[in-house]
């Protein structure tokens, strides 16, 4: 069987992300700054992840915390400067500067942050903090403008839109500040959104709703978006399709329903094995995930997750495995979909 590699799909994806980088050095200090003395070490958060994402799809990143998933989806927004790789939007290569100024990056990519106590400066009122974008970007006149925040305060679930445009933050619930960050994002009319843990620091009982709007906004405006989240479940409810980190690589992909109830990739079926279930379809062995996440500044050879990983074997540690196609048809990158290797092994 041949390694997968990543092909053009047929239909050109909105977001296109290839051998996307983002190392931080981890032990710069003034000597070796200003000397050169010692030797620079690397935290390889993101280290060479590709993926797409088509018009109006979602698509999930899982993975245990420190993997590198909000790395990745900051890196591809260009809120950080990616180490190296392509990010495509639309056809277009936006980390090239000149190539983001001019197709307006920063109005079609939006990012909803994770804690909605944080993301929303508390200096400003709820209509004065949704209306920025648009001044920034000189969009319509003043009253234009005004009715454009007015409904879409109305279009995120709060209403009367009077009873809160004047609010500060904090006169706002949880719930209620995810939708006046969800405001915000939409109000340029983004053909993407980056999503990362928007609900895990709501109250359960918010969740669902927030989720929901979610939902419905994407279906309205044909938004893609990228969701990240330690949530199995809310990834399979959310995501068309999704992708398993793990220390800076992605480890599986494929739709969002085989991958949880049907997972290929050692890691993948342990991370899912130890996720509750009710669905009947759920085709999943129940794996324990043992030992801790080696360091990702001295990361092991060949595959990353040998050192935890129940069937590993001397093949495993000769060279990092490339994605392979398994025929539940997700990908995977594991020398157990490699049929040269497979036959190697002694029955
Ligand atoms: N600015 C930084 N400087 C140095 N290391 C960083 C920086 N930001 C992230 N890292 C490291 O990069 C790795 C990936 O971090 P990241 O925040 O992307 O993980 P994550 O998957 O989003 O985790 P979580 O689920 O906890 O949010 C971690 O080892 C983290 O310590
Ligand atoms: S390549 Fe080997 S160590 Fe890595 S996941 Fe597959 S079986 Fe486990
Ligand atoms: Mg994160």
């Known amino acids: 069987m041949r390694p997968y590699r990543w092909r053009k799909p047929m239909i050109d994806p909105k977001i296109e992300v290839t051998d996307l980088k983002k190392h931080f050095k981890s032990n710069e200090d003034l000597f070796t700054r200003l000397f050169g003395w010692g030797e620079v070490e690397y935290v390889k958060a993101v280290d060479g992840v590709s993926f797409d994402i088509a018009e109006g799809e979602s698509f999930g990143l899982a993975g245990e915390s420190g993997c590198g998933k909000t790395t990745c989806g ?20 936006v980390t090239d500067p000149d190539v983001r100024d001019e197709m307006d990056f920063r109005t079609e990519a939006q990012i909803i942050q994770q804690n909605p106590y944080e993301s929303i400066n508390p200096r400003y009122r709820v209509f004065d ?18 009715e454009t925040v007015i409904e879409t305060i109305e279009s995120v679930g709060l209403n009367p839109p009077e009873a809160y445009m004047h609010e500060y933050p904090s006169e706002l619930s949880g719930g209620e500040r995810q939708r006046v960050s969800i405001a ?27 989720l929901d709007l979610l939902d419905r906004l994407q279906e309205e405006l044909g938004i893609s978006i990228l969701y990240i989240s330690h949530d199995l479940s809310l990834l399979k409810h959310m995501c068309d399709r999704i992708g398993i980190m793990y220390l800076g690589k992605l480890v599986e992909v494929g739709s969002a329903t085989e991958v949880i109830n049907d997972p290929q990739h050692p890691y993948t079926k342990a991370l899912v094995g130890s996720t509750p279930t009710v669905d009947p379809d759920d085709r999943r062995e129940s794996v324990e995930l043992q030992g801790e996440i080696p360091d990702p500044v001295n990361l092991p050879s060949g595959c990353r997750f040998a050192p935890r990983c129940p069937e590993a074997m001397d093949e495993c540690t000769a060279e990092e495995p490339a994605m392979y196609p398994t025929e539940a048809g997700q990908q995977a990158r594991c020398v157990l979909y490699d049929e040269e290797t497979v036959n190697t092994i002694p029955k």
Do not use: N, Q
């Not at 903090?129 to 005004?146: C, N, S, Y």
């Not at 109000?187 to 709703?209: N, T, Y």
């Open 74 to 93: 900051k890196s591809l927004l260009h809120l950080l400067e990616p180490t190296s790789g392509s990010v495509r939007f639309d056809g277009r290569d």
């Open 184 to 210: 915000r994002a939409i109000i340029l009319e983004p053909s993407f959104i980056l999503a990362d843990e928007p609900a895990s620091m709501l109250d359960v009982s918010v969740r669902a709703s927030i």
């Open 129 to 146: 903090w949704i209306k920025e974008p648009l001044d920034v970007h000189e969009i319509g006149t003043a009253e234009e403008r005004e």
